[in-house]
């Protein structure tokens, strides 16, 4: 016997159970993602993909902090973003490669819009330059941010999510060169050794941290990004740009936007049963 009102069913959302009415002429609103009330902490957001990130946190209602290290427009960024989408989002200058003022920032993020539920650790930086040439001093710009900042970042967000009891899910940004050697053309490798090498270590860097960090119901995985559309990738040369999506399955560079679905997927609690993953979005290029 069926009961002539509509019952309610959860269905999962972004870090939130929204009810749904179920029952005859009753219409589903959709696969949603609702941030609502949570505040997503995104590294690196204010160029690039992360900027992606904080526009796609910002969309699903998330609050969001950018932490950048010296760009001069990142606060505007911020504001852009906040009007754009109604929430609140703000920018804080931090050096991830320094763990005090980490903990530090991360700290007052959390009092000032917190309480941070969510962090897309993406900062990063390249050098190119052939093996023979590079430096101790080139070693230590890519590492420092590449590995060190990301675990400086994954941990102060953790400790707070651990002294709360609350648990909290983290996506790493890494790049398909953990798994390959990027090349410029057939037979030609693109000079970027200790990049290339650092992206392994982040990966494998996930792996540890969602072993260790489970049992505080925090999650960590890694999104592997393939051959995107930047202000880095837009500087190199045409031939090479050419060559490269014409390596892929999709044929072409992906727009930084494209990245996002897998990051906010990962954040949500449809991702509850995801650690320790990395995930690939690089348009077929290692299919191949």
């Not at 590294?43 to 969309?59: C, D, H, L, P, Q």
């Not at 819009?113 to 101790?136: D, F, Q, R, S, Y």
Request: net charge neutral.
């Amino acid at each position: 016997m069926t009961s002539s009102t509509s019952a309610k069913v959860t269905v999962p959302g972004l870090l939130k159970d929204e009810p749904v009415a179920e029952g005859k002429g009753s219409k589903a609103k959709g696969f949603v993602f609702d941030f609502t009330d949570k505040c997503v902490v995104v590294t690196g957001g204010n160029r690039g993909i992360g900027y992606e990130f904080s526009r796609a946190a910002a969309k699903a209602g998330a609050r969001v902090a950018i932490i950048y290290r010296s760009s001069k427009d990142a606060h505007e960024k911020a504001e852009n973003i906040s009007k754009e989408f109604g929430v609140k989002v703000k920018a804080y200058q931090c050096d991830v490669s320094d763990s005090e003022k980490v903990n530090s920032t991360m700290e007052f993020i959390d009092e000032d819009i917190g309480p941070i539920t969510g962090l897309i650790a993406n900062a990063g930086v390249a050098v190119v330059k052939p093996a023979l040439e590079l430096t101790a001093e080139d070693f230590h710009k890519q590492f420092n941010v590449n590995v060190l900042g990301v675990f400086n970042s994954a941990r102060a967000a953790a400790n707070l999510w651990i002294d709360t009891k609350q648990g909290g899910s983290i996506v790493i940004t890494s790049s398909m060169s953990s798994r390959i050697y990027n090349q410029a053309g057939p037979g030609k490798p693109l000079t970027q050794v200790f990049y290339n090498s650092s992206k392994g270590a982040v990966s494998n860097l996930v792996k540890g941290l969602a072993a260790e960090w489970a049992q505080y119901k925090i999650r960590v995985n890694a999104l592997s990004p393939g051959y995107v559309n930047t202000d880095q990738t837009r500087h190199m040369e045409p031939e090479i740009r050419e060559w490269q999506a014409q390596s892929t399955i999709l044929g072409r560079f992906a727009e930084p936007e494209e990245m996002t679905g897998q990051a906010v997927l990962l954040l949500s609690d449809y991702g509850s049963y995801m650690t320790g993953g990395e995930y690939f979005v690089d348009g077929g290029k290692l299919a191949w």
